[in-house]
């Protein structure tokens, strides 16, 4: 390991939030062009058509859970507790938020994006947990 592979994951998540951006503002534009929706409707905050708004919530979604992970892998990282099993961890804490946006601005099911959400919050309590044996237990 070259000892910064604790920040891929990061760096994958930042991409799916540009990738997000991306998807709002193509949909927002489709729906001004379309005349669904006027321009100031968006500068004020209100009326936003459901085929953005999803996108918008998911979005917004990327900002909760995901500033404990960059925390956690940053501190993972300090505390050189960033090993094999806190990479694995946090790449599929990644994967599920990948899926869990997918879901999200897709079919939007709670069947389905309920337990992602979950899931990902279950394995980012696992890597905080790891974080915290790991500084009570420094030499092993």
Sequence with gaps: MTGYEMFWPIIAHAALVYM???????????????????????????GEPTESLIVKNSLANQYELPVLFYACCILLYMTEADNLIALVLAWIFVALRYVHAFVHVTSNNLRYRSPLFAAGYLVLGVMWVWLAVWIMFPNG
């Design 20 to 46: 997000l951006y991306m998807l709002l503002g193509y949909r927002r534009q489709k729906m001004l062009k379309s005349g669904k929706v006027r321009a100031s409707e968006y500068r004020e905050n209100r």
